[in-house]
């Protein structure tokens, strides 16, 4: 039986999860939960799975958790919080795999406490590795641990990769779905709602994740993010997309042929490989039909008018600082645009300014990669500021 500590595990891929540990409770035993606010899930999650130890991000949640354990006669699990919180969760001790789902930079320090805890990584967090993949890659080698990709297009590369041998990737085919917002102008992407920009076409995600997808970004975090964890070069990297999110990604081999992996879009079939490696266990759920499918459409992103994918290609190229710039600003502009406070084109150009700003630090310590997320937050916070009083003068 494999013991898991799921970081996120109120969000969606935290969610799903859970779901596969309730199929299967005879392969599975949940040890530790983290969620952010969400107290009344967390709540039911413990009652069902009977953590040892579960964490919020505030303390007046964690009490309130405490007292609602306690008037159901659960008094076998404690209640931690705040970040210390979250990377005990990362780290309990009986934990064999430490599922990272959290959305955000903040999952960067439970990451490298559950590496030298020794515990396996199931990773969904992209900020991992966008930010810091020069110095997890280093931690997971020298602690001979398992990172194991949760995201479908790596995933999806991953399982293409097994039995293939070393050295033998020419180039990896990243597909894409294009968004809610594929084939549109940039003109038309300027009165962008932002309810429309959280109706994905194919997956059911999170608000963050979704409008990501609608602007690139997403696309352009997994490029970063499939270089450090494949030991690839920006040009070793394509982006096709693939807008019915049947193939979910490909690798072409230096002697030109090309495996792709194919299925359903459902996030249950990574979230498991992942868990189960390097086994593979039945999952229930639809099944790819080709008669109803008939045909399989590429087309090339348009990256002038999703400049945010082009970006992320700079980003990854420079290296250094300049994807936490990336990262960070494009984190903030998206809450600011699900705060209705800027227009949808305004989230690229919030994230280009940044990047322009930044005077790029070479090889970052941890330390000065979180630095860099607080000083591109009060850059944008200051420029938004200037900006409101120019315009009421």
Same mark, same amino acid.
């Given at each position: 039986?494999?013991?898991?500590?799921?970081?996120?595990?109120?969000?969606?891929?935290?969610?799903?999860?859970?779901?596969?540990?309730?199929?299967?409770?005879?392969?599975?035993?949940?040890t #530790?939960?983290?969620?952010?606010?969400?107290? /009344? !899930? $967390?709540?039911?999650?413990?009652?069902? =799975?009977?953590? %040892?130890?579960?964490?919020?991000?505030?303390?007046?949640?964690?009490?309130?958790?405490?007292?609602?354990?306690?008037?159901?006669?659960?008094?076998?699990?404690?209640?931690?919080?705040g970040?210390?919180?979250?990377?005990?969760?990362?780290?309990?001790e009986?934990?064999?795999?430490?599922?990272?789902?959290?959305v955000?930079?903040?999952?960067?320090?439970?990451?490298?406490?559950?590496?030298?805890a020794?515990?396996?990584?199931?990773?969904?967090?992209?900020?991992?590795?966008?930010?810091?993949?020069?110095?997890?890659?280093?931690?997971?080698?020298?602690?001979?641990?398992?990172?194991?990709?949760?995201?479908?297009?790596?995933?999806?590369?991953?399982?293409?990769?097994?039995? #293939?041998?070393?050295?033998?990737?020419?180039? /990896? !085919? $990243?597909?894409?779905?294009?968004?809610? =917002?594929?084939? %549109?102008?940039?003109e038309?992407?300027?009165?962008?709602?932002?309810?429309?920009?959280?109706?994905?076409?194919?997956?059911?995600?999170?608000?963050?994740?979704?409008?990501?997808?609608?602007?690139?970004?997403?696309?352009?975090?997994?490029?970063?993010?499939?270089?450090?964890?494949?030991?690839?070069?920006?040009?070793?990297?394509?982006?096709?997309?693939?807008?019915?999110?049947?193939?979910?990604?490909?690798?072409?081999?230096?002697?030109?042929?090309?495996?792709?992996?194919?299925?359903?879009?459902?996030?249950?079939?990574?979230?498991?490989?992942?868990?189960?490696?390097?086994?593979?266990?039945a999952?229930?759920?639809?099944?790819?039909?080709?008669?109803?499918?008939?045909?399989?459409e590429f087309?090339?992103?348009?990256?002038?008018?999703?400049?945010?994918?082009?970006?992320?290609?700079?980003?990854?190229?420079?290296?250094?600082?300049?994807p936490?710039?990336?990262?960070?600003?494009?984190?903030?502009?998206?809450?600011?645009?699900?705060?209705?406070?800027?227009?949808?084109?305004?989230?690229?150009?919030?994230?280009?300014?940044?990047?322009?700003?930044?005077?790029?630090?070479?090889?970052?310590?941890?330390?000065?990669?979180?630095?860099?997320?607080?000083?591109?937050?009060?850059?944008?916070?200051?420029?938004?500021?200037?900006?409101?009083?120019?315009?009421a003068?």
């Amino acid at each position: 039986m494999k013991k898991l500590a799921v970081l996120g595990s109120t969000g969606s891929i935290g969610t799903q999860t859970l779901d596969i540990v309730r199929e299967r409770p005879e392969e599975f035993q949940i040890t #530790a939960l983290a969620a952010g606010s969400n107290v /009344l !899930l $967390l709540e039911e999650q413990v009652a069902e =799975f009977r953590p %040892k130890l579960v964490s919020l991000t505030e303390e007046k949640d964690a009490r309130e958790l405490q007292e609602r354990l306690h008037l159901r006669n659960i008094n076998t699990t404690e209640v931690v919080y705040g970040i210390e919180g979250l990377t005990a969760c990362a780290c309990e001790e009986s934990a064999d795999m430490t599922v990272n789902a959290v959305v955000g930079m903040v999952g960067i320090l439970p990451t490298v406490a559950a590496i030298r805890a020794g515990k396996d990584i199931a990773l969904a967090n992209k900020e991992t590795l966008v930010t810091a993949g020069h110095i997890i890659m280093p931690l997971v080698k020298e602690y001979n641990v398992k990172l194991l990709p949760v995201d479908s297009e790596h995933s999806a590369v991953f399982q293409c990769l097994q039995g #293939a041998g070393e050295q033998t990737v020419e180039k /990896l !085919l $990243l597909t894409a779905s294009g968004g809610p =917002f594929f084939g %549109k102008t940039k003109e038309e992407l300027g009165s962008i709602t932002v309810e429309q920009a959280l109706q994905h076409p194919n997956w059911s995600m999170g608000k963050k994740i979704t409008v990501d997808s609608s602007t690139l970004v997403n696309k352009g975090l997994e490029v970063m993010e499939a270089g450090w964890l494949f030991s690839l070069t920006p040009e070793q990297i394509e982006v096709l997309v693939q807008p019915k999110s049947i193939i979910h990604s490909m690798i072409q081999f230096n002697d030109g042929a090309v495996l792709a992996q194919l299925g359903v879009p459902d996030m249950k079939l990574p979230i498991q490989y992942a868990m189960t490696y390097p086994d593979r266990l039945a999952l229930s759920g639809k099944r790819l039909d080709f008669f109803e499918l008939q045909k399989i459409e590429f087309y090339r992103p348009d990256t002038e008018t999703f400049r945010a994918l082009a970006l992320a290609y700079d980003a990854f190229r420079e290296g250094g600082s300049l994807p936490t710039v990336y990262n960070a600003a494009n984190e903030m502009a998206v809450s600011l645009f699900l705060e209705r406070k800027i227009g949808y084109l305004q989230i690229t150009e919030i994230l280009e300014r940044a990047m322009d700003a930044h005077t790029k630090i070479k090889n970052p310590t941890l330390e000065e990669v979180l630095s860099t997320e607080g000083e591109t937050y009060s850059y944008i916070r200051e420029h938004s500021r200037d900006k409101r009083r120019k315009e009421a003068v």
